[in-house]
């Protein structure tokens, strides 16, 4: 089985709203909190899971790699992906309420 990639299944006007980690030499996107939850919605709608991701700031107009991180063992419940979503929810709102700055979030499915 293909291990898919967030680029893989999220809408085409979600993916342009993503910022490019390719200046930190990371082939990937990372997107602010409004529009990751908006993504994780549309993960929800196609019942997939959100096994983590990671948090980059913006200092700047530079991003920075903050070496912090979610994740979450996938289990074989019909619920995951629901259970998943409201991990990544939480861990996002409690970071941003204990940090200060601009963050973005990388998603791995």
Known sequence: ???ETIT???SKELLKKGI???SLGINEYAWDKDNIKDIFEELSKRKIGILGGD???IENETIKMTFDSWYMNKDSSEEFYQKSKLR???YIEDY???NCGEFIYT???
């Open 8 to 10: 893989s299944v999220i």
């Open 20 to 22: 490019s980690l390719l």
């Open 107 to 109: 998603i791995v499915i």
């Open 1 to 3: 089985m293909l291990m």
């Open 88 to 90: 990544a929810l939480s």
């Open 55 to 57: 948090v980059y700031k």
């Open 96 to 98: 941003e309420k204990n």
